[in-house]
C-alpha cells in the first residue's frame, strides 16, 4: 500500500509560501529604503568631497567648481539630491560616475559576475567541505581526527585573510612560480576558445578561492561538529543505536536531516561577510570586481558608484536570505503543524 501525500498538502504550502513571499518582498523593499537613506546621509556627510579633491586641475576657479557641482546635481540640497537619486533608482539609472564618465550600471555590470561568481562558488565550497569535517568529527569527539579538525578550525579562525593571501602570493607565486601573481587573465590568452579561456581564469583564481575558502571554513566547521553532538545525544539516536543501524544510515536519516536548516541559516548570513572580503582580496589579487571598484570609489569620493555598489550589495544580500528563508520553509518537517 503506497503512502500519498493529500492535494491539500499542496494548496496550503502553496498558500504559505505565497504569504511568505510576499512578505520577503516587502521586507527587501522596506530594508533597501533604510540602507539608502543611511547610507545616502553617511557619504554626503564625509570629510572632503570629489570636486575640491586634490585629483583635480589646482588652477580651477570657484566658478569651473560651481558649474561641475551644476552638472552633478551637488548644488541642491541633500534632500533634493536624495529624492532625485531615489526617482531614478526606479529605473536602475544609479547616475555617471565622477571619476569615468561611465554610467555606473555600466561599471557594476562589468564586474558583478566575477564576484557573485566567487562568493557562490567558495559558498558551496565551504559548505561542502564544512559538512564533512564537521559531521565526521561530531561523530567521534576526542578522537585523534577530532583534534585535528579543532586545530585546523582554530587556524583557520584566527588567520587574517590578507596575511595569508600575502604568505600564499610570495610562496607559490614569486618563489615556486606555480601561479600567476595578479590579475584573471594571461597576457595573449585564446579568448575564442571558450575551454582555454576560463580554465586560465580558474587558474588564475586558484589562490583568491583557497583563502577565502580557508578563512570561513573553520567557523563553519565548528558549528556543524557541535550540532552533530548535540543531534547524537537525541533519543532518536540512541533508539537507532539500539536497532543495530550502521552509521551511514543514521547520517543519512537522523543526522543529516537536522542538520541542514541550521547550516541554510548561517549560509545565508555568511553571504554579506563573503561579499565584504572581497573588496580586500580583489585588490591584494587585482581582480576586475565589484571589491576592487568599491576601493577605487572610495578613495576617488565617487558617490554614485560607491551608493550603486551599496545597493547592489545589500539587495544580493537581502534575495540570498530571503531564498534561504524560502529553503527553510520547504525543508521544515513541522510545515503542517505550526502552520495550522
Avoid at 504559505?16 to 518582498?25: D, H, M, T, W, Y
Avoid at 537619486?85 to 555617471?96: D, E
Avoid at 595569508?164 to 602570493?169: D, E, G, M, Y
Avoid at 544580493?316 to 521544515?332: C, E, F, R, V
Amino acid at each position: 500500500m503506497s503512502f500519498k501525500i493529500p492535494a491539500s498538502y499542496y494548496d496550503k504550502l502553496l498558500m504559505v509560501l505565497g504569504s511568505k513571499l510576499v512578505k520577503n518582498i516587502a521586507y527587501i523593499v522596506g530594508m533597501l529604503f533604510l540602507i539608502s537613506v543611511i547610507s545616502f546621509v553617511a557619504i554626503h556627510a564625509a570629510p572632503d568631497s570629489f570636486i575640491p579633491a586634490e585629483g583635480l586641475n589646482p588652477k580651477m576657479t570657484q566658478e569651473n567648481i560651481n558649474a561641475l557641482k551644476a552638472i552633478y546635481g551637488l548644488d541642491k540640497s541633500l534632500v533634493e539630491q536624495y529624492f532625485v537619486w531615489m526617482k531614478n533608482l526606479l529605473t536602475l539609472n544609479f547616475g555617471v560616475s565622477f571619476t569615468t564618465g561611465e554610467p555606473v550600471l555600466k561599471e557594476i555590470q562589468s564586474r558583478v559576475g566575477i564576484t557573485l561568481f566567487i562568493s557562490l562558488f567558495t559558498l558551496v565550497v565551504i559548505f561542502v567541505i564544512s559538512l564533512f569535517l564537521g559531521v565526521k568529527a561530531g561523530m567521534r569527539p576526542h578522537s585523534r581526527f577530532d583534534k585535528v579538525v579543532k586545530q585546523l578550525s582554530l587556524l583557520s579562525f584566527s588567520m587574517p585573510s590578507f596575511y595569508l593571501a600575502i604568505i600564499l602570493l610570495l610562496l607559490f607565486s614569486v618563489w615556486f612560480e606555480w601561479f600567476p601573481l595578479t590579475g584573471l587573465h594571461s597576457t595573449g590568452v585564446d579568448e575564442s576558445s571558450f575551454f582555454a579561456y576560463y580554465l586560465d581564469m580558474m587558474w588564475h583564481l586558484v589562490l583568491p578561492l583557497s583563502v577565502i575558502i580557508f578563512v570561513s571554513i573553520g567557523s563553519m566547521t565548528m558549528y556543524v561538529r557541535s550540532l552533530v553532538i548535540e543531534i547524537m545525544k537525541s533519543d532518536y539516536i540512541t533508539f537507532a543505536h539500539a536497532r543495530n543501524l550502521e552509521s551511514k544510515v543514521i547520517i543519512r536519516y537522523y543526522v543529516l536531516p537536522n542538520l541542514v536548516p541550521p547550516i541554510v541559516t548561517l549560509l545565508g548570513l555568511s553571504l554579506p561577510g563573503l561579499m565584504g572580503g572581497s573588496v580586500i582580496l580583489e585588490q591584494i589579487f587585482s581582480i576586475d570586481g565589484m571589491g576592487q571598484l568599491f576601493y577605487f570609489s572610495a578613495l576617488s569620493h565617487d558617490y554614485p558608484v560607491i551608493m550603486g555598489l551599496l545597493m547592489i550589495t545589500a539587495f544580493l544580500t537581502l534575495l540570498g536570505n530571503m531564498i534561504a528563508d524560502m529553503i527553510l520553509l520547504k525543508l521544515n518537517p513541522f510545515f503542517k503543524r505550526s502552520h495550522a
